[in-house]
């Protein structure tokens, strides 16, 4: 089997396990919600901290998420991608908590949280930079585009959904975050 | 090698491998959402929903296109592309004459001079003149009469009430303007004296009148060079007020 119909099939598994999981929530079953936060707890934390580079937002904006998904899981279309539903959720809840803190935080902010990081990697021999850093010098959509191609495992179309960019956008984003991430990392 | 050489780049499947060991140093927040799933839902969380739906994007659409439509047509009609009743042109049913004829009326009354684009067709002219022929308790009082000479290429006519005008100078002042596409020219007048109306297209001249009946010499004593196409017309066909 190669490396494409493995991951397809994986994506797929995926897939079902994502709109079981909403189902049985959309039931009103806590044990679903939990393994559907244990599945995308990295993820969904590290797309949060993308968008509002604030450590304590980001756990926020999981938080609010998981709540929403409870709340609305009933609304879910079993004909659109669970992922792409998840992240989008994500995203509004970002910009939802942008615009109710404006006036004290921003994305300029990150570097001056006094807040614990919540984000790092262990030191690499040859990779001496943390995720959280590098994240930090991306462009914000960049950013997003990167941690959910990279740590939350979605697919270029998924982002693109989620995002409400166009895929070749999606596409061309993503070229542009492993550019620069590659110039940060060899410095 | 020296601590100052630049590293090697790394790959894209190195980056992608770093960037999945990330760690999350959060605790686990799963007891403080477990603790909140019976809470209801405050009132600020309705502005957060997914993108809207098909249909209302459907119909976000479908007034865009109809507004781009609207802009689209008025360009259309403002550049001369599309030709709108009255806005110059061939004149090619009762209703437009009647349409621009009423239109002219209006600004002689106001202006005291009319502007009519007969796009290049005497014929045209002639039926406008055979509207108001027709309708003489309609035409206004000054408008009795008219006649007109030979078919040439007029562009634009002027008529100009209660007053004898001279062409001092007619210059073309634009060929894709108020009128579309069609020559505009730009007549100087000086007022001189005794004939009600005249209408005045470029190359010959048309008479309108109810009133004392200048001679042939008269109007060539105006403007020789102007007016010299007036000999084509002779005043004695002119019909009485």
């Known amino acids: ?187 | 090698m020296s601590k100052t050489d630049k590293k090697k780049e790394p790959s894209e499947k190195e980056i992608l491998a770093w960037a999945g060991r990330a760690e999350f140093r959060t605790g686990d927040p799963w007891e403080s959402i477990r603790a909140r799933l019976n809470e209801p839902e405050p009132a600020e969380a309705e502005q957060v929903r997914p993108r809207a739906g098909r249909r209302s994007r459907r119909l976000v659409l479908a007034a865009n296109l109809a507004l781009l439509t609207v802009i689209g047509v008025l360009v259309a009609g403002l550049t001369g592309l599309v030709r709108f009743p009255g806005s110059g042109g061939k004149l090619t049913s009762e209703e437009e004459i009647r349409m621009l004829a009423s239109l002219g009326t209006k600004e002689l009354s106001e202006r005291g001079e009319i502007v009519f684009d007969c796009g290049g067709q005497g014929y045209n002219l002639e039926k406008l003149i055979a509207y108001f022929s027709a309708d003489p308790e309609e035409r206004p009082a000054y408008l009795r009469t008219i006649r007109f000479g030979q078919s040439g290429e007029p562009h634009i006519c002027q008529v100009t009430a209660g007053k004898v005008l001279r062409i001092d100078s007619f210059d073309r002042i634009d060929s894709s303007g108020l009128y579309g596409r069609h020559e505009v020219f730009q007549a100087t007048y000086e007022h001189i004296g005794t004939v009600d109306i005249y209408i005045n297209i470029p190359s010959r001249l048309f008479i309108l009148y109810n009133g004392e009946l200048p001679t042939e010499d008269e109007l060539r004593s105006q403007n020789e060079d102007r007016w010299s196409n007036v000999a084509s017309v002779p005043l004695s066909e002119l019909g009485e007020p």
């Open chain 1, 1 to 187: 089997m190669d490396e494409a119909t493995r991951v397809e099939i994986h994506g797929t598994a995926d897939r079902q396990d994502e709109s079981r999981l909403l189902r049985e929530i959309a039931r009103g079953e806590p044990g679903a919600l939990e393994a559907l936060f244990r599945m995308h707890r990295k993820g969904i934390l590290a797309a949060a901290f993308a968008a509002v580079r604030n450590d304590r937002l980001a756990k926020d904006i999981l938080q609010e998420t998981m709540l929403y998904i409870w709340r609305h899981a009933a609304d879910y279309r079993y004909d659109r991608n669970p992922k792409a539903w998840i992240y989008t959720i994500v995203r509004h809840q970002s910009v939802d908590l942008i615009r109710r803190n404006r006036g004290w935080v921003s994305i300029e902010t990150f570097e001056e949280t006094l807040l614990p990081k919540a984000l790092t990697t262990e030191p690499e021999p040859d990779l001496e930079m943390s995720l959280r850093e590098g994240i930090g010098r991306l462009d914000p959509l960049e950013a997003q585009v990167f941690v959910l191609k990279a740590v939350a495992g979605l697919g270029h179309a998924e982002i693109a959904s989620a995002l409400g960019l166009s895929y070749r956008s999606t596409h061309y984003r993503y070229r542009c975050a492993i550019r620069e991430l590659k110039r940060l990392l060899a410095e």
